[in-house]
């Protein structure tokens, strides 16, 4: 079960424009994980900067898409008990680990020496 939940969103924006945030769930026997939450304008806004990008380039049609390459949790808003809400729902679903990926902070930190030894 969960023990702690991070959010960590952009705060420089306002309350009402923060539409993405990375989402960090401590459970009780101390695995970390984490997920990326986003709101629908998040994605809207995606789209359309999709579409400016594709409008610069002589062989794109400018289309409004998005692909998204890694799982996303889309809420309808980022308030912490949406968040804490949602993630309670995933683990009664079953589909917590599906969707949050696991976070070794021992093996990041060993990556992290191993690139500064090359």
Aim: net charge negative; proline share 3%.
């Amino acid at each position: 079960m969960i023990n702690k939940v991070w959010i960590e969103q952009n705060l420089a924006v306002s309350e009402a424009q923060r539409d993405s945030a990375e989402v960090m769930v401590e459970t009780y026997d101390g695995l970390r994980w984490r997920a990326s939450f986003v709101t629908i304008p998040f994605l809207q806004r995606q789209m359309s900067l999709t579409r400016e990008v594709s409008k610069e380039q002589h062989n794109m049609p400018p289309v409004r898409f998005i692909a998204i390459e890694t799982p996303h949790v889309i809420v309808e808003n980022l308030l912490q008990d949406t968040v804490e809400d949602t993630i309670d729902n995933l683990m009664t679903l079953g589909t917590f680990e599906s969707v949050f990926t696991a976070y070794d902070e021992a093996r990041l930190l060993m990556s992290v020496d191993a690139m500064m030894d090359r």
